[in-house]
């Protein structure tokens, strides 16, 4: 797999945290950049009239920091997997397909299923892994550390029941 | 605070993009953009996820303080209640454990060649879409609640910041230590 120690790689995102403050003064974050998202594809279709939603007054669909980030977290990943050699097209994971059989389909599904809760419950949640777990922990912030612990109660439990099957 | 720099809208973008090259590098580079090591993860039978962001957290949050300390950076806790934290966190968590990635590993995922990435991907999207659908509804009962309002654990406690990190720091490196110890 080519993979660095874990330790090295988070205290090389703990690094890129700083710049992240210094430079830019904005924190890591992902689940942001998909509410801009959905604003900017029902703009498509609805025009400046979606832009009178509560949500995207508050969160405007429109390219930003944040955004920015996370195009680039495709790029950097495809990069990393292309100079290890460990890029490749792969429809459904070998882990996946051992508990749940071969349908691409059927993945495919799950997979925008466990996207559909993932996006409503980031933005109910106001973060993700990354916007809680990493930025909002490193901080300090109170309704990160205890929003984090139910990310993983959540996804622990899930996960059991899900692979019980 | 180097804020004539955070003005130049032009180069932030810029910044965004290549610090989001380097954090999805890292990401492959720690194998999270792995289905099997992030519900590994979920499984508790890999523990490569948390000691990425433990060592993250520990890094992080050390350096970020010190600079704050030096007047060189502003930190920006974000506020909620114990409504979004439970009721949202369990919900994504619920996402998590079916999808097998979290919203930037899904994105990472993708990059390096998962088409099941790109499907969490939709998903997230029409998810943030339909909470979007559900905002107004519930904007001015459950999610003004703010009970967390940018509140830090030191600024709770009433004690130092330094205190709490090193009490932080400490705790983290003990799991580490015994996840280490059992060869997790």
Redesign the interface.
Known sequence: MNTWSPYLVGTGIGILSWFTFLLSDKTIGVSTAFVRTAGMIERLFRGDKALEKPYYEEYPPIIDWGWMFVVGIAIGAFIAAKLSGNFKVISTPDFWSQQFGNSNLFRWISAGIGGIFIGFGARWAGGCTSGHGISGTLQLAVISWITFIFFFIGGVASAFIFYSF | ??TD??NKDRL?????????????????????????VI??Q???RDF?MF???????????I??YF?KGEG???????????W?????????????????Y????????????????L??????????????LI??LI?DTF?TKEE?D?????E?LGIN?WL??VL?VVILISVLGLIEKMGL
């Open positions: 605070m180097l720099l955070h932030q973008l810029f910044f965004g993009l290549t610090m989001g090259i380097i954090f999805g590098g890292l990401l492959q580079k720690g194998g999270l953009t792995n289905y099997q519900i590994g979920l499984l508790l490569t000691k990425v962001v433990s060592s993250a957290i520990i890094t992080g949050m350096g970020t600079l060189l950076v502003e930190i920006h806790p974000g506020s909620g209640s114990l979004t934290a439970v009721f949202g966190g369990l919900i994504f968590g619920v996402g998590f454990g079916i999808l097998g979290c919203p930037g590993t899904a994105v990472g995922a993708f990059g390096t060649g998962a088409i099941d990435g499907f969490g991907i939709l998903g997230i999207i029409v998810g943030a879409w339909l909470f979007s905002y107004p904007n999610l967390f940018q509140l830090t654990i030191p709770m910041h709490v990190i932080v």
